[in-house]
């Protein structure tokens, strides 16, 4: 067998903010450890300490559109050297709270960066790798929003943002699954949580069988 057959998988999470996502990581997580998987779970911008000081400022300095994809994808680059890769070289299975597809649907769709600049930064940081599943948690930006300000969270820079900017977000998401239907599923994330969280458990526990 060649060592490759050993490799974990890599899913990921993503949608706008206050879709959801958080409960249903951990459901996630819970489902694949029951079934004695061994986990790693970790997030974006950040999983390591350099890149959780790139998220504080990722998350709170104002700067230039190209300056912050270009911070996202150097933490994305250490987070990757230094826990993805060795992880799923171990056979653990990695679940991310946000990958790549965040730099799409957020620099892309959202902020205006060239689409050209986000394929060259892409191809550069991770040629061969993508995730095996990654759930979009697809909202309105309306829900979504009083979710969050029922939570009563200290918005961020990006949670701050104006609606349409969500609404592009969200667009963009939409349209870069519908180029990887293969590995991007959306989910309906304005259902119930319970009903939610059966959806994410069908979906997680088939790539188990899988
Ligand atoms: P997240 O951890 O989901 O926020 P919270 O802690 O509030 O749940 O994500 C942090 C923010 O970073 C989120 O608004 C999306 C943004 N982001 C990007 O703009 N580009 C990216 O590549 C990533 C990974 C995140």
Not at 138 to 151: C, F, H, I, K, W
Not at 180 to 203: K, L, S, T
Request: proline share 5%.
């Amino acid at each position: 067998m060649s060592p490759t057959q050993f490799r974990g998988r890599f899913i990921t999470f993503e949608g706008i903010d206050g879709a959801g996502k958080s409960t249903q990581i951990a459901a996630a997580v819970a489902l694949l450890e029951a079934r004695g998987i061994a986990v790693v779970q970790t997030r974006e911008p950040g999983g390591t300490p350099l890149g959780e000081r790139l998220r504080e400022l990722l998350l709170h300095e104002p700067m230039h559109l190209e300056t912050e994809a270009m911070l996202m994808f150097a933490a994305r680059r250490e987070h990757l050297a230094a826990k993805i890769e060795p992880a799923l070289a171990r056979g653990r299975w990695v679940v991310c709270d946000r990958f790549t597809d965040a730099t799409y649907a957020y620099q892309v769709g959202g902020r205006g960066l060239d689409r050209d600049k986000f394929d060259v930064l892409e191809a550069w940081v991770h040629p061969n790798l993508q995730p095996d599943l990654t759930l979009v948690f697809d909202l309105s930006p309306e829900l979504a929003a009083a979710r969050m300000q029922a939570a009563g969270n200290a918005p961020d820079r990006f949670e701050r943002e104006q609606r349409a900017f969500h609404e592009r977000v969200r667009a963009a998401y939409l349209e870069r699954a519908g180029r990887a239907p293969q590995r991007i599923r959306v989910i309906d994330a304005g259902r119930e949580p319970a009903v939610i969280r059966a959806e994410v458990e069908a979906i997680v526990g088939g790539l188990c069988a899988a």
